[in-house]
Every structure is written in structure tokens, then in C-alpha cells.
Nanobody, 124 residues
Framework: QLVESGGGLVQPGGSLRLACVARGFILDYYAVGWFRQAPGKEREGVSCISSKLGVTNYTDSVKGRFTISRDDAKNTVYLQMSNLKPADTAVYYC???????????????????WGQGTQVTVSS
């Protein structure tokens, strides 16, 4: 099971840190991706981090603003989001893919576990 937290309402230019905690399995063996889905749009990949090596990937629209990191001792992956824009408003989901070490991707069928999502709203 994956559980997301840290969402909320923030003004444009503000920051939030999302957390994804794994329960019942060891997250160290998994690559983790953050995805988001805005109303009426498809779920899209935002950022991901591989297992072990911690190779990261970001979609172009968040590069330089979002940072993904993992704390395997806490079985948790974080998404630090800064300089948030109204276009970042969405439900954010984390997902885990087993044994993806040298890279990570936004190909949703590869992911084994999904969380329930946390709402992020960027508005003044």
C-alpha cells in the first residue's frame, strides 16, 4: 500500500512537499513515480526516481521547480514543489515499480502499486 500526504491549498509561487509512504513492503526495491491528474485530463508523469541508484527524471513543465528524493530508512519518497503555478493544480499520485534501478519512466502499466492520491490546489 502507498499513502500520499502533504497536499493542500497554496498561493501561486508557494511551496508544498508531498510524501509517499510505503506500507507492507520495502520501498528500497522499487522505483517511485509521481503522477498527477487534473479534471478532464489524463494522468501524466511528473517525476520519478529509480531504486538503489536514485536516478531521477522530470517532465519538462516542472524542471527547476520540483525535486524528488527518497529516504529509504523511512520507506518514503518526497516531492518538493516550489514556485507552484495554477497549472500544477491536480490530484497527485505516487506509484511504485519493482526492480527499476538504472532508470525510471512515466509508463503507467509498468507500475505495480498506486496510492489514492492527494489534492494540490494552487490558487490566489
Amino acid at each position: 500500500q502507498l499513502v500520499e500526504s502533504g497536499g493542500g491549498l497554496v498561493q501561486p509561487g508557494g511551496s508544498l512537499r508531498l510524501a509517499c509512504v510505503a506500507r507492507g513492503f520495502i520501498l528500497d526495491y522499487y522505483a517511485v513515480g509521481w503522477f498527477r491528474q487534473a479534471p478532464g485530463k489524463e494522468r501524466e508523469g511528473v517525476s520519478c526516481i529509480s531504486s538503489k541508484l536514485g536516478v531521477t527524471n522530470y517532465t519538462d513543465s516542472v524542471k527547476g521547480r520540483f525535486t524528488i528524493s527518497r529516504d529509504d530508512a523511512k520507506n518514503t519518497v518526497y516531492l518538493q514543489m516550489s514556485n507552484l503555478k495554477p497549472a500544477d493544480t491536480a490530484v497527485y499520485y505516487c506509484a511504485a515499480e519493482r526492480d527499476r534501478i538504472r532508470s525510471c519512466s512515466f509508463y503507467k502499466p509498468d507500475y505495480d502499486y498506486w496510492g489514492q492520491g492527494t489534492q494540490v490546489t494552487v490558487s490566489s
